[in-house]
């Protein structure tokens, strides 16, 4: 009996067979589908083919033609634009608790405050870090409670900072060195108590050291004596 894949009953391809054939091998190729060894291998043999079952053989793990097609002609969808811009009013949260109790609390980069941010640092730190982030206009209440253990609070410029916070063998420190010059700029209400432990509110730059902002602060004090005494 004669196996019908092979021999005279075999139907033999005709040159357009296998052309069509070594087509579908070189865009499998130009798709890095197949090696450049896999490509020469399968040319030879779809060159020295028989048969039509042959060349369906070195053609069947590869996409039929229809499918590549698509696959390489379809425009990949563009993705949507992200808007750098605060987030509405109604999606700022309401309230938040950031603790470092015998550990660390840290939020920073563009995390969105809640309008109420509780604090809370016993035998531990946490940091507030609001100068990547979005603050909402009108005021933002950060309480602060502390006990030994130490709260940090870096604001960036350009935003009004009110702090009554109470120390108890401990500190709230903050002193005004940057005031902002629009009115209308949001508010960070700072509150709170710290025992024997402490509050730091300072003013920074995104990506700023306190060195950073010392130097930066000296600069400008410089600038504006320069100007007050009629320099260039």
Known sequence: MNDPSSGAGAARPGESDREAAIDRLAEAFADDRIAMDEFERRLE???????????AELLADLPRPAEAVVRRR??????????DRPPAPARVPERSLVAGILGGGNRSGGWVPARRTIAI??????SLDFRESPIPPGVTDVECY???GGIEIIAPPGVHIDCTGVG???GFDYRQREAPTDP???ILRISGFAVMGGVDVS????????RDAKRRRRALKKERRRRLRGGD
């Open 45 to 55: 043999l779809a060159h020295r083919a028989e048969s039509l079952a042959e060349l």
């Open 74 to 83: 379809e425009p990949t969808p563009a993705p949507e634009p992200v808007l």
């Open 121 to 126: 640092g016993i035998m531990g730190g946490v």
């Open 146 to 148: 502390t006990l030994m």
């Open 168 to 170: 108890f063998l401990g």
């Open 184 to 186: 209308d700029a949001p």
């Open 203 to 210: 003013v920074r730059e995104p990506g700023e050291s306190e």
